[in-house]
């Protein structure tokens, strides 16, 4: 069992490693996926800032001086001369320089245009926000839309969605010829965002797991235990059942025998030694038969309470001095489909308690058992166990049924637990404490299907 033990919880720690294992890779793989954005908008960035000094040069409408030779433009800014003999670097000699213009109007635009165009488009192919905005952090670009034609209160709303992205993720500076222009504000994808939330679902996976197999660790555990319990029970059984045997053979020996049968005290001790002989093996018997589902046959409630409260009456000392044990019989009989032997004990579990609680009672203890219908449908019958002992505190009400807990010294907490097992599991009845008052008494009750009622 130790070895069964110490493997289950070896698995558990496998298990619980590789799953801590798969949560730092997710967490890293968030982690990279975000670096993985970055860099694409940093990208972006600098193709941004790259073609910011071309379109600069495209939409200068002032022109160049060019050389008539070879057509090298010229160092000078002084474009109001329309001609002027200047030095070529590429000629290597003073030739004529002419004033032109790089592109004409119409196609200086269709240029710009179609940079913005094609900036936008791929700007608009990323799955999350983004906005361009100048050295004065104005928004110049919103998602691949240029917002020249925008409201006052719409930038005023892209300035607060900037500060919201650079509260998610750290602005991308644009840098052209050595200056800062602007920056790229972006936000996070809803991949992205997803991915954060794997981890977290993965740590409540784990400690689901963990509960899970904790559970059943716990119950296989018991069920070791029960099944170390219902071994035991059986051996003991067995063991009993052999000198019972023989017990009950030489009290047959001496019933028989003529010379003793003419005594009439030695003949009613025999009689009740016979009781007893029978009463341990039917006690052998439901030890022999726990762990396995009994057998279930149609009978008397009457007749199987009767047979133990008469037991208990021909004791007085079982009942103890001045407790008076009362069957209130119903005026039919009640068939059920159960088992006699292990309801006789669940009854006479609860009838020893009854008398324990009313032990040194000062006004004399009384117990008493009734059968009566559950309910004006009469499908059910009520058996209650009633006395007027000590009864049971208020605390400890709700766990009377738990296995291992006892109000009593000395006691093993197993008789309730049981009860309710063979009440509820075995016979789909309920048994449970209706009342119970410190000082006055505690009223138990047993619900159990008639035959034929549903």
């Not at 936008?120 to 020249?148: K, S, Y």
């Not at 609680?357 to 449908?377: F, L, N, P, Q």
Request: aromatic share 8%; with cysteine; net charge negative.
């Amino acid at each position: 069992m130790h070895n069964t033990f110490r493997r289950r919880i070896a698995f558990f720690l496998f298990a619980s490693i590789t799953i801590w294992l798969f949560l730092w890779y997710t967490h890293d793989l968030a982690n990279r996926l975000n670096q993985s954005n970055r860099k694409d908008c940093e990208t972006i960035a600098w193709l941004w800032a790259g073609v910011q000094y071309p379109l600069s040069i495209v939409g200068d409408e002032s022109g160049i001086m060019s050389c008539t030779e070879c057509g090298h433009p010229s160092e000078r800014l002084d474009l109001s001369l329309e001609s002027e003999s200047l030095f070529c670097l590429v000629c290597a000699d003073t030739t004529r320089f002419i004033h032109t213009v790089r592109l004409l109007p119409q196609e200086r635009v269709e240029a710009i245009d179609f940079t913005r165009r094609l900036f936008g488009d791929l700007v608009n192919r990323l799955d999350f926000p983004t906005i361009f905005a100048d050295e004065n952090n104005v928004p110049q670009i919103v998602d691949g839309q240029v917002i020249d034609d925008f409201s006052t209160d719409g930038i005023a709303e892209f300035r607060k969605k900037m500060v919201a992205l650079a509260e998610e993720n750290e602005a991308i500076p644009i840098i052209a010829r050595g200056d800062t222009i602007g920056h790229l504000f972006y936000g996070t994808s809803p991949l992205n965002t997803e991915m954060r939330f794997i981890p977290f679902l993965e740590l409540g996976l784990l400690l689901l797991i963990a509960a899970v197999v904790f559970v059943f660790l716990r119950a296989e555990i018991s069920r070791d235990k029960d099944m170390s319990w219902v071994g035991f029970a059986r051996e003991t059984a067995h063991q009993i059942s052999t000198p019972l045997s023989s017990l009950m053979g030489w009290i047959e020996l001496l019933k028989d025998d003529p010379e003793l049968s003419d005594i009439p005290d030695l003949s009613d001790a025999l009689e009740h030694m016979d009781a007893d002989v029978n009463r341990l093996n039917s006690i052998a018997q439901r030890y022999g038969q726990m762990g396995r589902r009994p057998k279930l046959k149609p009978i008397s409630i009457e007749s199987t309470v009767s047979d133990i409260v008469d037991y208990f009456n021909a004791r007085k000392g079982v009942l103890g001095g001045g407790v008076v044990l009362v069957f209130e019989q119903s005026s039919e009989e009640h068939i059920v489909n159960g088992s006699s032997v292990l309801i006789g004990w669940v009854l006479e579990n609860l009838i020893k308690n009854a008398v324990a609680s009313c032990a040194g009672s000062s006004d004399g203890g009384k117990v008493t058992v009734s059968c009566e219908y559950a309910h004006s449908a009469a499908t059910e019958i009520e058996i209650r166990i009633s006395d007027n002992g000590c009864g049971i505190p208020y605390g400890a009400q709700g766990r009377i049924f738990q296995a291992g807990f006892t109000t009593r010294e000395g006691g093993w907490g197993l008789g309730l637990s049981l009860a309710r097992r063979i009440i509820e599991e075995y016979h789909n009845g309920s048994i449970r404490l209706l009342s119970s008052t410190p000082d006055r008494g505690t009223i138990f009750s047993i619900l159990l299907p008639l035959e034929g009622g549903e």
